[in-house]
């Protein structure tokens, strides 16, 4: 079975609808798929309709924007959470707030140097989408200051350039918690992606385990080869779920369908500990 359980529609930063994505899913040639836009899950349905349309697998799921004690960002990828679940919704509601506040000041910032406004990186988001640094890149690629995404996060919108702005978000273990209670299965995604920027400490990621992390997304572009090894050791010591994705964001990145992909006996732990949602949707 060929499964990605990794990828983002235009409800957050991808660019293609939710149901556009499944049919490129199974144009991929993908068993099965997750839909994980940045603390939203608005997309759900159209995507679940489209797989049962084309028969394909859907995995309900989410990417929340954390930060740990070190200010270092964090993503977590939540499977078969409970979408009403209250205690969650507030916490993704102050985070959707911060992410707004946070692109505009880096767009002031960049202003001071290119050719950049709010209202050219309005053009690039969807109506009630995920404002983020994915939108700002793609009003730098409009205004012809870089030619794609992965050049802007390389240089441009990397942690270490002075247009960053840090956010506030919730403490990964604390998020970690909150999927729990909502009947999610909590996956650390790439959590040894150097190329972005800082990566958390050791202390981190066990913070996150004590408080219940169900797994770590291995295999990712973005992960370092040493870092693949670190995470695979920690999962052989923690029991921990392995995954592997593309994070595929349509034509905003590089990243294509299927390029790294999970195994189904991982995939079978998931559906095992996600109690958040009824397994019809699933079908």
Known sequence: MRIDLHTHSNVSDGTETPAELIAAAAA??????????HDQTTGWAAACAKAAELGIGFVPGMEITCQDSHGISVHLLSYLHDPAYQPLLDELAVALN??????????ERLAEDYPISWELVAEHCQPGSTVG???????LVAAGVVAHRNEAFANILSSRSRYYVSHPAINPAAAVRLVREAGGV??????KASLRGRVVPDSTI??????????????????????????????????????????????GKLN????NLTEPDMLERILAQGTGISAQLLR
């Open 28 to 37: 991929a040639r993908l068993d099965v798929v997750a839909l994980t836009d």
């Open 98 to 107: 911060s992410r707004i506040v946070r692109a505009q000041r880096i767009v």
């Open 133 to 139: 640094r994915p939108h700002i890149a793609d009003a």
């Open 186 to 191: 909590p996956v650390f995604a790439h959590p």
């Open 206 to 251: 066990h913070e996150m385990i004590e408080a219940g992390l169900a797994g770590v997304e291995v295999y990712h572009r973005d992960n370092s080869a040493q870092g693949k090894e670190q995470l695979l050791a920690l999962a052989k010591e923690h029991d921990l779920i392995v995954t592997g994705s593309s994070d595929y964001h349509g034509t």
């Open 256 to 259: 294509r369908l299927g390029e």
